[in-house]
């Protein structure tokens, strides 16, 4: 065992083939490989292993590309609805009371490692565990396509809020605050023009994927020049691109290296402390608070007028413990206030969280729909504008993704079901340009078993079904979902790889459109006739 502790050594390519051997092993149990990487950290960890420079390095990368790209699908405006940050706010207080509380019971019973806390450390633990994950919620949103969904967006905004705390808690807990020189970031609006300019210009290939590269970085360097975190502005320099036409194309660019760099963000967590029992039991102790702290965002949710079903969607992309609680334990026990323990505590609940997660929100429309009648009771009357109930009893067309393909099929059958066809957008912005457009587009979310509730008259006529869904996951959930709500007729969709058609034609598809194949059949079918005489 010795002689394996000295030959794993920092930046041995020995840790990429764990955690690739523990991501594939996962997989093939339908989970997240995320998971599987997490875990190859721990494995690691016990081996001997530690953390070094290269892993936080490789980490903060992926951490400021992360939310890059999420800042390039975020609009602003969406930060500013009640639903976010009202739930943000509400959540964040009374979380933070209700777990000090119960910190403050386990220290006056003299729990082990409870003890030495006084209300203001109490406090303290209680605040860092009101945070949800804002890298594991992104990222699995990524992985289902539905980071611009309704309750993808809801729950990214409750995050960016959370963030900001967290921003506003560092900088006078570190003595970090901005200095006169962050009113210099105001320029970055007159500037906006310019960055739009480059982006046009750069084409679309590794100049592109450097340009995004190269903005997040320098947008978090330049932030924490000024004393403000990294991370946050490269949120901002994203969103401040999020209207430009090539905003996704940029984002689509960035995705594989952003995943890549990602494992070292999943590995570190493991690798930060190696816990005895006393931590393992601690952490149990806290991870029996997640569901108290999933109820209230549910209940905040359904009180700031959204359906039921995005309440619960919202609020189980954020049942999970934030690796902030990792950076504010370290500033806590640097100073004092904590013991160093605490950090293997911090790491134990942080990565289980996402291990329970992961699979609940793999099954959780299943969940949707086995506990509906008892969950709609705390729906309001009233709804959120792009969520009441639409009239769609004439239509036979759908169209589910009005991305490119999506809008291309629409704008070539449109003249032969004028009045009969609709297009359903995830996106809420995209389907009000398309609106603009003159198109008949409406907001909904063809994988969520509630949309065909509120779709009333949908199934009476409908008889063709197109899926041009961002992901293969997305089309297949939709798929699916139609078949169980007894849909008998026509549905075809788009695949990249023929491992997805055949997924696909087993989920009742009747016609499967390979972009790959088809386009380059269409490409040669179109030489030839213009080679004919």
């Known amino acids: 065992m010795d002689a394996l502790l000295l030959a794993i050594s920092p930046n041995d390519p020995l840790w990429i083939a764990i955690a690739f051997a523990f991501g594939y092993a996962v997989k093939q149990i339908s989970l997240p490989p995320l998971i599987g990487y997490l875990i190859a950290g721990f494995v690691?960890?016990?081996?001997?292993?530690?953390?070094?420079?290269?892993l936080d390095t490789v980490a903060d990368l992926g951490i400021t590309l992360l939310l890059f790209t999420i800042g390039l699908k975020l609009r602003l405006r969406a930060l500013f609805k009640p639903e976010v940050w009202g739930v943000a706010s509400i959540h964040l207080v009374v979380v933070s009371l209700l777990f000090a509380g119960f910190v403050l019971m386990l220290s006056a019973i003299g729990l082990p490692m409870f003890t030495d806390l006084d209300a203001q450390t109490s406090l303290l633990v209680g605040f860092v565990l009101s945070f949800s994950s804002t890298v594991f919620a992104i990222k699995v949103l990524d992985e289902l396509g539905a980071t611009t969904s309704k309750h993808g967006?809801?729950?990214?905004?409750?995050?960016?809020?959370?963030d900001i705390a967290a921003v506003i808690f560092l900088a006078f807990s570190a003595g970090k605050v901005p200095t006169v020189w962050a009113l210099g970031l105001l320029l970055l609006i007159p500037l906006r023009p310019l960055l739009y300019r480059l982006l046009e210009k750069v084409g679309h290939g590794e100049l592109l994927l450097l340009f995004g590269i190269v903005l997040a970085l320098v947008g978090a360097d330049v932030f924490e020049m000024v004393g403000i975190k990294g991370d946050v502005g490269a949120l901002i320099l994203g969103m401040i691109l999020a209207t430009h036409h090539k905003a996704s194309?940029?984002?689509?660019?960035?995705?594989?290296?952003?995943?890549?760099?990602?494992?070292?963000?999943?590995?570190?967590?493991?690798?930060?402390?190696?816990?005895?029992?006393?931590e393992i039991g601690v952490a149990v102790l806290l991870l029996l608070l997640l569901p108290v702290k999933t109820l209230l965002y549910y209940l905040l949710f359904n009180q700031f007028h959204a359906r039921a079903s995005t309440s619960w969607r919202a609020s189980t992309n954020l049942a999970n413990y934030s690796e902030f609680g990792l950076i504010v334990g370290a500033i806590a026990v640097s100073a004092g206030w904590l013991n160093p323990s605490w950090m293997a505590v911090f790491a134990i609940a942080l990565s289980a969280s996402f291990i329970i997660s992961a699979p609940v929100i793999r099954i959780r429309d299943q969940l949707f729909q086995r506990w509906r009648p008892t969950l709609i009771r705390w729906e309001r009357k009233s709804r959120l504008p792009d969520e009441q109930d639409i009239d769609l009893s004439?239509?036979?067309?759908?169209?589910?993704?009005?991305?490119?393909?999506?809008?291309?099929?629409?704008?070539?059958?449109?003249?032969?079901?004028?009045?009969?066809?609709?297009?359903?957008?995830?996106?809420?912005f995209k389907a009000e340009e398309h609106c603009a457009l003159g198109r008949n587009v409406v907001v909904g979310d063809g994988?969520?078993?509630?949309?065909?509730?509120?779709?009333?008259?949908?199934?009476?006529?409908?008889?063709?079904?197109?899926?041009?869904?961002?992901?293969?996951?997305?089309?297949?959930?939709?798929?699916?979902?139609?078949?169980?709500?007894?849909?008998?007729?026509?549905?075809?969709?788009?695949?990249?790889?023929?491992?997805?058609?055949?997924?696909?034609?087993e989920a009742g598809v009747s016609f499967t459109f390979n972009i790959y194949t088809e386009a380059g059949l269409g490409f040669a079918e179109d030489l030839r006739q213009l080679s004919q005489p």
Not at 153 to 161: D, F, H, S, T
Not at 399 to 425: K, Q, S, W
């Open 394 to 428: 004439a239509i036979t067309t759908v169209i589910f993704g009005m991305g490119r393909m999506g809008t291309a099929a629409y704008t070539a059958i449109e003249p032969d079901y004028t009045g009969e066809l609709v297009g359903i957008e995830i996106n809420e």
């Open 44 to 54: 690691l960890n016990a081996l001997g292993a530690e953390s070094d420079s290269f």
């Open 153 to 162: 967006q809801v729950a990214i905004g409750v995050l960016v809020i959370q």
């Open 447 to 505: 994988t969520n078993p509630e949309f065909w509730f509120r779709a009333i008259g949908l199934l009476d006529n409908l008889n063709r079904v197109m899926l041009t869904l961002p992901t293969h996951e997305a089309n297949l959930a939709a798929a699916r979902q139609l078949k169980s709500m007894g849909y008998t007729g026509f549905i075809a969709a788009t695949s990249k790889f023929e491992d997805e058609e055949q997924a696909l034609k």
């Open 249 to 278: 194309e940029l984002a689509k660019s960035l995705l594989s290296l952003k995943d890549l760099f990602l494992i070292g963000f999943f590995l570190s967590i493991g690798m930060t402390a190696l816990p005895g029992w006393a």
